[in-house]
């Protein structure tokens, strides 16, 4: 990839439903969640204090690219947080990583968001595209591992749940005569009648 393709290259502009754009969506998360995760080692050296202000851009075919950001003004697609090189070696490399995810994912939406305003999507396309990218994890949650927590979570508490279901318990009919007894004789004015007090002994034959 050229280097100063960074405003998007390769993005498929043809894109007019909210499914096509969630596909655009999933293939740049796809590729800065690889730069951030198992190229680390690449992604990191790339990122060269030293350097001037360089960008991650994720690309719809799931690669990505750390470069300049584009040198047209205003550019054509929302560009991704500058600078992310400059506090590499100044901060804890996991907190910086970590920083890096949340600028991606801010850029994934500003993205995203960008081409439903420029295809004319209305409130129902927006919501669609919205709960589809709300489905999956963030980049930040895949990076610090809170997506996996997440996931680990749910497990116990549908058991607990199981656990919590009242157990069946055998009661002997001498039990439920008596509890009845108890609830029955304490009735008193103004009702006209009494009533006797039975002992379990005295039941009436069925």
């Known amino acids: 990839?050229?280097?100063?393709?960074?405003?998007?290259?390769?993005a498929p502009y043809a894109s007019r439903t909210a499914e096509e754009v969630f596909r655009d969506f999933r293939g740049r998360?796809?590729?800065?969640i690889k730069a951030l995760t198992q190229e680390v080692d690449k992604f990191y050296q790339l990122c060269d204090p030293e350097k001037e202000n360089l960008c991650l851009y994720g690309?719809?075919?799931?690669?990505?690219?750390v470069t300049l950001p584009a040198e047209e003004v205003p550019p054509e697609i929302p560009e991704p947080a500058l600078g992310i090189n400059f506090a590499?070696?100044?901060m804890n490399e996991k907190d910086w990583l970590a920083l890096v995810a949340v600028h991606s994912d801010s850029w994934l939406l500003a993205v995203s968001f960008y081409f439903a305003a420029r295809f004319g999507f209305d409130k129902e396309a927006r919501r669609r595209l919205f709960n589809m990218i709300n489905n999956l994890p963030t980049i930040f949650e895949v990076v610090t591992g809170a997506a996996k927590k997440q996931i680990k979570e749910k497990a116990p508490n549908s058991t607990h749940k199981s656990n919590n279901?009242?157990?069946?318990?055998?009661?002997s009919e001498d039990t439920i005569y008596a509890a009845l007894q108890y609830k029955m004789s304490p009735i008193t004015y103004p009702l006209f009648y009494s009533i006797q007090s039975l002992s379990p002994n005295q039941r009436p034959q069925r």
């Open 59 to 65: 690309y719809p075919n799931e690669t990505w690219e």
């Open 29 to 32: 998360r796809a590729g800065m």
């Open 165 to 171: 279901k009242p157990s069946m318990k055998t009661v």
């Open 1 to 10: 990839m050229d280097a100063g393709a960074g405003a998007g290259a390769g």
């Open 88 to 90: 590499r070696d100044g």
